[in-house]
């Protein structure tokens, strides 16, 4: 594949999925639910309320980003907020209507999970150790150097 379309396959492939998972969730009733709400709505779910930069650590994305998932989460009603000890923390509470959502959310997980692990079977290596490999090159000399090289 030549460079020019690294970007583009790689994009189309992750809405790809996407798109599949959020036909999941409207079939089953979530129409307004959208796949990356998942590990925010499954960390609270495990441990509890959380602020927005122990989310942000917990899934691994940016402050800003959590902080724009919390918010579409609260627009859609799956999440409260409440102010933390100091005025400028928010912490993040599930509500009933994101309970109510669990046994969908888990099912989607599931069944994610079973078609990845068939995906993996037809790859010459896991899809997951490949974008582990990746990072790991990425983390030891970023795309920028190697740009520069």
């Known amino acids: ?54 989310l942000s650590e917990a899934i691994g994305v940016t ?12 627009r859609t009603g799956y999440l409260r907020l409440e102010a933390g000890d100091d ?3 928010r ?9 109510a959502a669990m046994q969908v959310i888990e099912a989607e997980w599931a069944a994610s999970a079973a078609a990845i ?5 037809e790859l010459p290596v896991p899809l997951g150790e490949m974008l582990a490999r990746l990072r790991e090159a990425l983390a030891h000399r970023s795309f920028g150097d190697r740009m520069r090289e």
């Open 63 to 74: 402050h800003s980003a959590a902080s724009q998932t919390v918010a579409q989460l609260v």
């Open 117 to 121: 692990r068939g995906l993996d079977e």
């Open 87 to 89: 005025a400028r923390r």
């Open 91 to 99: 912490i993040a509470h599930l509500t009933p209507r994101a309970e």
């Open 1 to 54: 594949m030549h460079h020019e379309a690294l970007g583009t396959a790689m994009r189309h492939l992750l809405d790809s999925m996407e798109s599949d998972i959020a036909r999941y969730y409207a079939d089953h009733g979530l129409v307004d639910y959208r796949p990356r709400f998942s590990p925010v709505i499954r960390h609270l779910a495990a441990v509890g309320p959380t602020s927005i930069r122990g």
